[in-house]
């Protein structure tokens, strides 16, 4: 199976911050991955997919890169609605991993 | 609109059986594969099974297989968990998931319902 890891696994940032997220999977899963918010109590919401492409009504702040094993999702300047808990999944092997997820919240 | 919702949820034995069922509505139900992902409590997401369109591609991730029964019924627009010999651990909100892919495109899961939740606790 393709494990998913991410780092880091919480941060602290301020409204305006840019934040970076990485995703490594243990094997190479070209540009299958894909990026999700989840809010307490509610269902996860699709922001990235195949790597780059931005979701339809997602801000343009957010952004994803990569391909292989590391990935990245960037939100340039962070807003007040975006303190959630973010996670990769990858869509390379008919087992679709998740990442443990990154929880950002506010200093 | 796009609708997914889950229903079936609740209190079972360890050992026990339920059947976790997913309205779909707002699009052509037919076309889509469909997912059940879970969230135990205070824990991150997991991937729990996949059908295709036509059920002719069926996955289910190692911790359930041989366990749960994902089936899907296209003329009532309707997706189904069968759990069987349930555990503590599989205590969790369970969410299905549409995956718009087609053709080789990466899969991904664009729209969720709200959840339900099964707790295996005798």
């Known amino acids: 199976d393709i494990q998913m890891t991410q780092s880091p696994s919480s941060l602290s940032a301020s409204v305006g911050d840019r934040v970076t997220i990485t995703c490594r999977a243990s094997q190479s899963i070209s540009s299958y991955l894909n990026w999700y918010q989840q809010k307490p109590g509610k269902a996860p919401k699709l922001l990235i997919y195949a790597a780059s492409s931005l979701q339809s009504g997602v801000p343009s702040r957010f952004s994803g890169s990569g391909s292989g094993t590391d990935f990245t999702l960037t939100i340039s300047s962070l807003q007040p609605e975006d303190f959630a808990t973010y996670y990769c999944q990858q869509s390379y092997s008919t087992l679709r991993t998740f990442g443990p997820g990154t929880k950002v919240d506010i200093k | 609109e796009v ?8 209190l079972v ?17 037919s076309s889509y594969s469909m997912n059940w992902v879970r969230q135990a409590p205070g824990k991150g997401l997991e991937w729990v099974s996949s059908i295709s369109s036509s059920s002719s591609y069926i996955y289910y991730a190692d911790s359930v297989k041989g366990r749960f029964t ?8 309707s997706l189904y968990l069968q759990m069987n010999s349930l555990r503590a651990e599989d205590t969790a909100v369970y969410y299905c998931a549409r995956d718009p892919s087609s053709g080789g495109s990466p899969a991904h899961f664009d729209y969720w319902g709200q959840g339900t939740l099964v707790t295996v606790s005798s």
Request: one cysteine or more; hydrophobic letters at 30%.
């Open chain 2, 70 to 77: 994902i089936s899907r019924d296209n003329a009532k627009n």
């Open chain 2, 3 to 10: 609708q997914l919702v889950e229903s079936g949820g609740g």
């Open chain 2, 13 to 29: 034995k360890p050992g026990g059986s339920l059947r976790l069922s997913c309205a779909a509505s707002g699009f052509t139900f």
